[in-house]
C-alpha cells in the first residue's frame, strides 16, 4: 500500500473530528472519501498531509511512517494536498502560483518541460500566466491548484472537494483531468459531496460520520447501498 491510515484521531478541545479512521491508498488508486458537512474529512486529510497533529493512530507513506513527520517530508516523498477553497495566492501571478508547488521539489531539471505540459493543458492560464491570479475565475482556480499540485510531482493527491461551487461542465472537467492524471499513474484520495461522480471514479470509498468511518468498500457497493443512497444519492 501506498498510503496506510490506522485508527486516526484528531480532537479540536472538546471537539472530536475524527474519530478513528482507518483506510489504504495503493499505489496507482483512486479512493474516495464521503461524508456530509462537518464529517471530519478536512480534518482527516490535513492530518494526513501534517498540517494538522493527530491526537493518535498511524500514518505510513511510501514505506514509512509519517504519523509525526514534518510536512515538507511528505511532500518531497510525493504527498500533495489541493485544500479546499483552492488556496490560491491571488496577488500572486498565475506563474508565480504553479512555481510554489515545485517549492520542494530537488530535481528541477524537467520543471520547465512540465510548466509547458500544463500551460498546453490549462491553456485560460497560459494566455494569463503574468497576471494576478485574481483574474481567474473559481473553475481556473481550481485548475491552477491542481496544476501547482501536480508540479511537485506526487504519487499521491489528495484532493478535498475540488468540484465545490464549480459548474457542471467543469466539475466534469476536474473529473476527467483526475482520471487522466490516475491514467498516468497518480494515486488519488478524493474527498467530494459529489458523491455518485466520486464513486463512478473512485475504485474505493469510505463514509465518515461524525468522525468515524460508518462504511467501506468497493464504489460498486457503495453506490448499490440503499441506505447511502438514500443518505447521500438523494433519488437520482
Ligand atoms: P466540511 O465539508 O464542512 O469542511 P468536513 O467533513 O471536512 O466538513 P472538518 O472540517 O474536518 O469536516 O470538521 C470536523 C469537525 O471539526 C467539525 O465539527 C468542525 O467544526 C471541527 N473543526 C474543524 N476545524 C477546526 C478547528 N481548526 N478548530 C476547531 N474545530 C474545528
Avoid at 43 to 51: E, F, N, Q
Avoid at 94 to 116: F, K, Q, V
Avoid at 176 to 202: D, F, H, I, P, W
Amino acid at each position: 500500500m501506498l498510503l496506510e491510515v490506522e485508527d486516526l484521531h484528531v480532537r479540536y478541545g472538546r471537539t472530536h473530528a475524527v474519530a478513528g479512521a482507518t483506510l489504504s491508498v495503493a499505489e496507482g488508486e483512486i479512493v474516495a472519501v464521503l461524508g456530509a458537512n462537518g464529517a471530519g474529512k478536512s480534518s482527516l486529510l490535513k492530518a494526513i498531509l501534517g498540517t494538522v497533529k493527530p491526537a493518535g493512530g498511524r500514518i505510513r507513506f511510501a514505506g514509512a511512517e509519517v504519523t509525526h513527520a514534518p510536512v515538507p517530508q511528505r511532500i518531497r516523498d510525493g504527498l500533495v494536498l489541493v485544500p479546499e477553497g483552492r488556496r490560491i495566492l491571488v496577488s500572486m501571478t498565475i506563474e508565480e502560483n504553479l512555481l510554489l508547488g515545485a517549492g520542494l521539489r530537488r530535481d528541477r531539471a524537467t520543471l520547465p518541460r512540465e510548466m509547458d505540459a500544463i500551460y498546453d493543458r490549462f491553456s485560460n492560464l497560459a494566455a494569463r500566466r503574468d497576471m494576478p491570479a485574481a483574474v481567474l475565475s473559481g473553475g481556473e482556480q481550481q485548475m491552477l491548484a491542481i496544476g501547482r499540485a501536480m508540479l511537485a510531482k506526487p504519487r499521491l493527491m489528495m484532493l478535498d472537494e475540488p468540484s465545490l461551487g464549480l459548474s457542471p461542465l467543469l466539475v466534469d472537467r476536474v473529473f476527467s483531468l483526475l482520471r487522466e492524471l490516475n491514467g498516468g499513474g497518480m494515486a488519488v484520495l478524493l474527498v467530494e459531496q459529489n458523491t455518485r461522480k466520486t464513486l463512478e471514479l473512485a475504485a474505493r470509498g469510505s463514509v465518515l460520520e461524525l468522525g468515524r468511518m460508518v462504511m467501506a468498500g468497493s464504489a460498486a457497493s457503495l453506490l448499490a447501498d440503499e441506505g447511502l443512497q438514500r443518505a447521500y444519492l438523494g433519488a437520482g
